[in-house]
Nanobody
């Protein structure tokens, strides 16, 4: 079993930055593909970013491309989401997810992830 714990959510002004962190523990970690998803208030969960564990290939939703950066530290079993130039529409609960092995479907398909964290809230004020 793998446990994922997110942190770093906060209230921030538009144009600001935040870095979310996801700590993975449990079974020997890796190789896992990791993703960040978000659920805005009253809306469906949506893909934000993903990274493969071994090669570090990254993927981004169009809405965050150029502003968000996903990275991982395989020694510390951590995944990060650096969020810059934040907009009010980025306000959401952000979830870290892990998939055992490489992506079978596109990284945005949430159903292929095996483990999920509890989420951390990001609120961007205008």
């Amino acid at each position: 079993q793998v446990q994922l714990v997110e942190s770093g959510g906060a209230l921030v002004q538009a144009g600001g930055s935040l870095r979310l962190a996801c700590a993975a523990s449990g079974r020997t970690f890796g190789p896992y593909a990791m993703g960040w998803f978000r659920r805005p208030p009253g809306k469906e969960r949506a893909f934000a970013a993903a990274i493969t564990w071994n090669s570090g290939t990254t993927y981004y939703a169009d809405s965050v491309k150029g502003r968000f950066t996903i990275s991982r530290d395989s020694v510390k079993n951590m995944v990060y989401l650096q969020m810059n130039s934040l907009k009010p529409e980025d306000s959401a609960d952000y979830y870290c997810a892990a998939r055992n092995g490489d992506f079978v479907y596109g990284p945005s398909y949430g159903g292929q992830y095996h483990y999920w964290g509890q989420g951390t809230r990001v609120t961007v004020s205008s």
